[in-house]
């Protein structure tokens, strides 16, 4: 059977070291984006160099009907769809409660929760055996975030994070007997664009490094590394797992973060 894989959100960061990752593995790759159109052309030649089948596939996960149409146009270039990571998502500025906004929340849960949901809705209906498909392998983009929920003035997206573990500890009981496997992975603070303002502040990195264990953040490859193997028939018996990427996970033994209480932020 040949293995293809999608990443929504695949052409930067996490999702982007996936698919640098997997072109070792012999699956054909769907890189999807929204805005990063050069960064998704780039990987997807870089690929192709490597003698991979690679596509970049536009579509905004906050719209259903960009989610059916990625979905189409990897059936048309690729194939049936056999791997899945659900990469596409946002944080927030740091926010408290009583400054929340309606559109930005509706915005946030739309990418972070339905459309990772609609995503996999798109994928079950071609994996699934009672659908006529083959099976597969289905890995959401957690945080560690969901745990703690999120580090100071990240609570709308530690809930975000929350729906995804939930739904996918279902999703998985839901669709075992169809040959799919579904597991949430949950990364910590991990150096990617979307850390990379708070990475950029010294002491800010200080702060949340004291609250890391192992005592530094992630590095891309170290979340893409579980995720390949947890896509393979290495992790046969593994579905409805929560896997913390996480260095140790999170410890109070740091500063607690005063740059953000001094912003009134904490
Ligand atoms: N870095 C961390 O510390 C960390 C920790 C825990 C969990 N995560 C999760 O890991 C996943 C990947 O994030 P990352 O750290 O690799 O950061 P990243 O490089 O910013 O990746 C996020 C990707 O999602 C894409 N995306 C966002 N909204 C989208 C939309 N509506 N449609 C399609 N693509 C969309 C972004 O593309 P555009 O910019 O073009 O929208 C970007 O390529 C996210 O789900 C994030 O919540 C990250």
Do not use: C
Not at 120 to 143: D, L, P, W
Not at 214 to 226: L, Y
Not at 237 to 258: E, M, N, V
Request: proline content about 3%; hydrophobic content about 45%; overall charge neutral.
């Amino acid at each position: 059977m040949s293995k293809v894989l999608v990443i929504t959100g695949g052409a930067s960061g996490i999702g982007a070291a996936t698919a640098r990752l997997a072109a070792e593995k012999g699956y054909s790759i769907a890189v999807n984006y929204r805005t990063r159109e050069q960064e998704a052309n780039r990987l997807v030649e870089k690929l192709k160099e490597r003698g991979v089948r690679a596509i970049a596939v536009y579509a905004d996960i906050a719209r259903p009907e960009d989610i059916e149409r990625l979905y189409r146009e990897v059936d048309e270039k690729l194939g049936t769809v056999t791997a899945l990571v659900n990469s596409a998502g946002m944080g927030t500025g740091p926010t408290r409660v009583d400054a929340a906004d309606a559109a930005r929340l509706q915005h946030l849960f739309q990418i972070n929760v339905v459309g990772l949901i609609l995503s996999t809705k798109e994928a079950v209906r071609r994996m699934s055996t009672v659908h006529g498909g083959q099976g597969g392998v289905i890995i959401n983009i957690s945080s560690m975030a969901s745990t703690i929920g999120g580090r100071p003035g990240a609570s709308f997206y530690a809930a975000t994070k929350g729906a995804v573990d939930a739904f996918t500890v279902g999703l998985a009981k839901e669709v075992a007997s169809e040959g799919i496997r579904a597991v949430s992975v949950r990364p910590g603070f991990t150096l990617t664009e979307m850390t990379a303002v708070y990475a950029a502040d010294q002491q800010i990195l200080e702060e949340i490094s004291s609250t890391i264990p192992i005592g530094r953040p992630g590095f891309v490859e170290e979340i893409a590394k579980p995720i390949i193997w947890l896509l393979s028939d290495e992790a046969s018996f593994i579905s409805g797992a929560r896997l913390d990427i996480s260095g140790g996970g999170f410890t109070l033994g740091g500063s607690a973060w005063p740059g953000l209480r001094q912003a009134g932020i904490a």
